[in-house]
């Protein structure tokens, strides 16, 4: 995720992760800098980590797919920087822990506004007990929120980001995946514009992602059956979130009936919303969202899912309509868009190749 780190560049860095005032009684932005700080100081060059002979084969394996992966971003065009040459292993299960906020009668993110990094519809955490608490927090004021781990995050060049060992859970195809995403948010970031910032990082490392495993020799039959099954429990997906998306928004509006009649309607919507999945889990095949929908689902889910995929489709049509598929051309776009003062979706209206 677009996770936003000893002179200058500490204070910038901190203002691109800091997305929260303060929790407890630490300040948050020591609780940042010292998270960050511990992160770097675990981290050994990848080459090392491979080399070891404490590192299983496994995780040697991942940790050379990173490095591959992280090269092949550079060749593409991506500013990888001094990212993904080293490795982090971390004793806990996330590298951090996000809180996203939503109105309770209205899919609107709560946002902080920060320097570098602009409004944010996420707040993240090096631990998990401070994470819960500012969730409880917000909770107690009425806010819907989503509380999760995440196994990595992008300080937009201004460090060298190591890959932490919660991201080598993931499997081959989704941490390269990773490497590229992130390297996107290096290469192209609009402050205060994260649906555009997490739209173009999926909507670029998806590309990619297929054209790498394709140089690597994998059969073009094989890509196509796992890619196709992907994108069509993707597909189901996001459709099931779109009708309870459609649904809540007419409750919402529904001003002349009371916020506790629109809530049993929000919450009976909700309960359709899983049900629904149930009915259509057969057609997910391998590649489900069962983890998903085993959390107690709010407005606050629907937001997140939102940040990272309402936009996309617009920005694929762009890539493989406007630009012919042209990766290079089309991210030269996206760096006039990201620098633009208008609306970015204005501003991606305006340009060609």
Known sequence: MGLTFFARRVATGMAMLAL?????????LLHVALGQGDLLTRA?????????????AETAEKLALVRDAAAYAAYWGLDVGRSYRT??????EATVWTVVRAESLALRPIQR????????PYQGFFD???????????????????????????TLGWFPDPIASPALDRSRTALVELVFHESVHNTVY????????????????????????AQRGVADDQLEAFFEERAAARTLFFDLIEATRAELTEIYAAREASPGIRRQAKAAAFDRLRANYEAARPGFGTYNYDRFFAQDLNNAHLVSVGTYEDARPMLEAVLYGRFGGDLRRFMRAMEAVARSDEAWRVALAQVRP
Do not use: H, K
């Open 87 to 92: 490795y982090a292993a971390l004793d806990r």
């Open 44 to 56: 050994v060059p990848i080459e090392r980590a491979i080399a070891d002979p404490g590192t299983s």
């Open 128 to 154: 998990e007990a401070r994470a819960e608490a500012f969730a409880a927090w917000a909770r107690g004021r009425g806010e819907d929120v989503s509380l999760g781990p995440v196994d990595a995050y992008a």
């Open 113 to 120: 506004c920060w320097p570098i990094a602009g409004c944010v």
């Open 190 to 213: 609009r402050p205060g514009d994260a649906d555009f910032n997490e739209a173009l990082a999926n909507t670029v490392a998806f590309a990619l992602v297929r054209a790498f495993w």
């Open 20 to 28: 929260t005032a303060m929790t407890g009684c630490q300040p948050y």
